[in-house]
RNA sequence: CGGGGUGUAGCGCAGCCUGGUAGCGCAUCGGCUUUGGGAGCCGAGGGCCGGAGGUUCGAAUCCUCUCACCCCGACCA
């Protein structure tokens, strides 16, 4: 591809709406541009990156015996209501409705619509298993739109879904969609983490992320140092501590302080001079619509998926201020466990207090020197908190847990029949029976990963792209565009490449030897080759990896055969 | 959704406080010179100052409303 007749506006400045590396260099490097919040044009090289991953996905895809399929991105309100998922999904669905008043929407995913496929074509457990795919445009009305592609509202998806008679075939599909993952992200030339992940409000199924591991990721992964235990943040568990045997303990007795006007636990800690671990933080939420009172070490934090599954409710809330002060009868920021009429459930990890700080339930006050039993009876105990670095592994003997910063770009998730019955996705088994089928999806953020190859493969000068997602392999500089030899020699060594199937872009712009450097730098293809110039007059032409400390000079007569070698044609 | 910020030429910004009809750098176009890491000089084009309403002889500037975009938060009370 000719650079003088491909849009690629490169900016010499930085966009001063882009935050992160990816968004930045996107724009910089004229990949994409942006129409609205978190809705983008993909320019002609974008598009190319975007295709190069799209291939990847799609071969494996078709290598695990998925079928392709394209369904429609409107999507009728009825089928969503249907499902149940009409009410459910929240401002998330974009809705709208058509001429005739009838709603629909713009689909974010679509469970609802492969199902109704499969209820209609699919009789018999002879046509099964079934796995179809497809790569589509979806659109999420996101709260915050960020971060560029990271985290637009539209964004391309390969989503797949199985449908098996029973769960042995289930785990079986999965497990295939499961390796054809991960050969996907390592061809991309991602250094990436499959992890546990929570299942939310479905329950006894099973749920994989893929995460690409970079700083800037919006998500807390954990994972073991010695064993293969990964989960994100919100399933990931450590091993319970010891507790200690708090009653052999002598505690002062239990004293009423006042703490005018410490409203966190940092305040009050330093206003007491007690360390915040041994101040009992207790946070009001709604479970069900039921007040719960959580208690937990003062240096924690609470994971609100753990406290959802240990009370058996789809999610909790934190409520509103009124609400709260109206069960609670005091401000939050004074709660306390003792003597309130309240539900209470503690994070395991706080009955090894044994002399501690906590609200006393009237504003200004706390109570301290408290202790388990003697002073307040020890409530039920669940895991309520995520885990930090350095705790123990659940899993294996020895292990650490470390977190990370990841950025999924992928989800394996073992459905059941939630969709098959909802909607009545019945096949007859081998008796004649009718059965619901058992569901599998799998989701990949196609355009997601362009911008995370971005964030991992950078540098100070631009991007360094994987050599699977390469716009182009090489970028042929023509240095000197009005020097006919040099032309010449650069032509046919840009067609003798295109000849051999190599991808290359011909930067053959009027423009003066930097700015083709800076703009190959910034564009990121894997070599750089420069025709033109010093080396030119003693017959060479100089080969640089992009991410390479220096050229290597190479003969003109044999600039071809070693560019064919180096970009792996 | 709550809070904060910004909207002026393609991009980055100044001008606004203290009203007088718009400017700088980069980019673009023409010319000359230059030619290995974002060139120099000369010249040119391009903006109903986000939109609507109001105040005023006069509004980019003051007031009201509105829209868009960005940031922070939406679990630590």
């Excluded at 039920?380 to 292990?399: F, H, I, K, Q, S």
């Excluded at 392999?473 to 060594?493: C, S, T, Y």
Aim: a negative charge; aromatic letters at 8%; glycine letters at 8%.
């Amino acid at each position: 591809m000719r650079f003088s007749q491909t849009l690629i506006p490169t900016l010499r400045e930085d966009p001063v709406d882009a935050q992160v590396v990816s968004h930045r260099l996107m724009l910089r490097a004229g990949l994409i541009r942006p129409l609205g919040a978190g809705i983008y044009t993909w320019l002609p090289l974008g598009l190319r990156v975007l295709r190069k991953v799209e291939a990847i996905v799609r071969q494996e895809m078709d290598n695990a015996g998925a079928q392709e399929v394209l369904m429609p991105a409107v999507q009728p309100g009825e089928l969503w209501q249907e499902s149940g998922r009409w009410e459910q999904y929240g401002k998330e669905l974009l809705r709208f409705v058509d001429r005739h008043d009838r709603q629909f929407c713009f689909g974010p995913t679509h469970e609802e619509v492969i199902s109704d496929l499969v209820r209609r074509e699919i009789r018999s457990y002879r046509q099964l298993p079934a796995n179809f795919y497809q790569i589509q445009t979806k659109f999420r009305d996101e709260i915050r739109p960020r971060f560029g592609i990271m985290r637009g509202r539209e964004f391309l998806m390969k989503d797949a879904y199985s449908f098996d008679l029973d769960w042995a075939g289930l785990e079986v599909s999965y497990q295939t969609m499961f390796a054809a993952y991960q050969r996907i992200f390592q061809r991309c030339g991602l250094a990436f983490r499959a992890v546990e992940a929570d299942t939310g409000s479905i329950g006894g199924a099973s749920s994989h992320e893929f995460h690409v591991l970079a700083d800037s990721g919006e998500d807390v992964i954990v994972s073991c140092d010695q064993c293969d235990y990964a989960a994100n943040l919100e399933k990931a568990v450590s091993r319970p501590a010891e507790i200690a045997d708090t009653g052999a303990v002598a505690v002062p007795a239990v004293e009423r302080v006042a703490t005018p006007g410490q409203k966190s636990i940092e305040a009050v800690g330093q206003f007491l001079r007690w360390p915040v671990e041994r101040i009992v933080k207790s946070l009001l939420v709604e479970a069900a619509g039921e007040p719960v009172l959580l208690l937990l070490r003062g240096d924690r934090e609470l994971n609100m998926v753990k406290a959802a599954a240990a009370l058996g409710v789809p999610q909790v809330t934190i409520p509103e201020p009124e609400r709260a002060a109206q069960w609670a009868g005091v401000a939050m920021g004074s709660l306390g466990p003792l003597g309130t009429p309240l539900r209470v459930l503690a994070d395991r990890e706080v009955p090894a207090l044994a002399d501690f700080v906590c609200g006393a339930n009237t504003e200004g006050w706390h109570w301290q020197h408290v202790q388990w039993e003697r002073d307040v009876p020890l409530p039920a105990l669940a895991d309520l908190r995520n885990v930090v670095a350095g705790e123990p592994c659940p899993r294996c003997a020895t292990g650490r847990l470390q977190r990370h910063q990841g950025i999924e770009v992928g989800h394996v998730f073992k459905l059941g029949d939630k969709y098959s019955q909802s909607l009545g996705v019945r096949v007859l088994d081998s008796q004649g029976l009718e059965q619901t089928l058992v569901m599998g999806c799998y989701g990949i953020g196609v355009s997601r990963i362009v911008a995370a190859a971005i964030e991992q493969h950078h540098d100070q000068n631009g991007i360094c792209w994987p050599v699977a997602l390469a716009p182009f392999q090489i970028a042929l500089l023509l240095l000197n565009p009005r020097e006919p030899g040099e032309v010449e020699a650069g032509e046919a060594l840009y067609r003798d490449l295109l000849a051999a199937g190599v991808e290359v872009l011909l930067d053959d712009r009027d423009e003066r030897a930097g700015v083709k450097f800076k703009d190959a730098d910034l564009l990121g293809c894997p070599l750089r080759v420069v025709v033109g110039g010093r080396s030119f007059k003693e017959g060479m032409v100089e080969v640089q990896a992009r991410t390479g400390e220096r050229a290597e000079r190479v003969p003109l007569a044999e600039a071809l055969a070693t560019l064919v070698r180096l970009a792996g044609r």
